[in-house]
């Protein structure tokens, strides 16, 4: 059974990063994408980036380029968000999602709430 | 406009049908339909449907997805409360290589 457990609720201040965390269990880390989304309160899902661990290949969506990094740990199955430069509008929840081969977000961890207070 | 438009909100009666529409408007290098997320309140969100494919594995056959030109659409049947939820749309854009979302429709069951 997949099974992705995030990283706890974090509260930050503006200015400063946040690394979150997200360990696969159950299954290989490094044949699947591993996408991170998010979602503001009272908006949509949005999509980071995603990252290939095998390969260690990142894509990240226009919005956050040079100030998000995605990174892979094989060796303890985690895969790391990290977004600096926090401000207000960096609210949310922070959810990670892995394919499953043939369909993509096919297993969700649990969300990591992230607050960005001035 | 470029990108996935959804409605806001759509409400339909407990038993009813409701389809959810997504028009897509991206770079999808032809591909065969969006993938369908449901998202409750406190969960994470759910794969309903990709690329009109077979359900994922434990998904309802209350569930499921078509597309008609660049409208692709999500079909519930026999509404239930526990579909009381917003669903996205979500489809990768080849030309910003990246995965792009509708603003999402919240469904309510009355």
């Known amino acids: 059974q997949v099974q992705l457990v995030q990283s706890g609720a974090e509260v930050k201040k503006s200015g400063s990063s946040v690394k979150v965390s997200c360990t696969v269990s159950?299954?290989?880390?490094?044949?699947?994408?591993i996408t991170w989304v998010r979602q503001a309160p009272g908006q949509g899902l949005e999509w980071m980036g995603r990252i290939i661990p095998h390969s260690g290949r990142a894509d990240y969506s226009q919005k956050f380029q040079g100030r998000v990094t995605i990174t892979a740990d094989e060796s303890t199955s985690a895969v790391y968000l990290e977004l600096r430069r926090l401000t207000s509008e960096d609210t949310a929840v922070y959810f990670c999602?892995?394919?499953?081969?043939?369909?993509?977000?096919?297993?969700w961890g649990q969300g990591s709430p992230v607050t960005v207070s001035s | 406009q470029a990108g996935l438009t959804q409605p806001p909100s759509v409400s339909r009666g407990l038993g009813q049908t409701a389809t959810l529409t997504c028009t897509v408007n991206?770079?999808?290098?032809?591909?065969?339909?969006p993938a369908w997320l449901q998202h409750r309140q406190g969960h994470p969100p759910k794969l309903l449907s990709y690329?009109?494919?077979n359900r994922p594995s434990g998904i309802s056959e209350r569930f499921s997805a078509s597309m008609s030109g660049s409208t692709a659409s999500l079909t519930i049947t026999g509404l239930q409360p526990e579909d009381e939820a917003d669903y996205y749309c979500s489809a990768w854009d080849s030309s910003l290589v990246a995965w792009v979302f509708g603003g999402g429709t919240k469904l309510t069951v009355l």
């Open positions: 159950g299954a290989t880390l490094s044949t699947y994408v």
């Open positions: 999602a892995r394919d499953s081969g043939s369909y993509p977000f096919a297993y």
């Open positions: 991206i770079n999808t290098a032809g591909d065969q339909g």
């Open positions: 690329k009109n494919l």
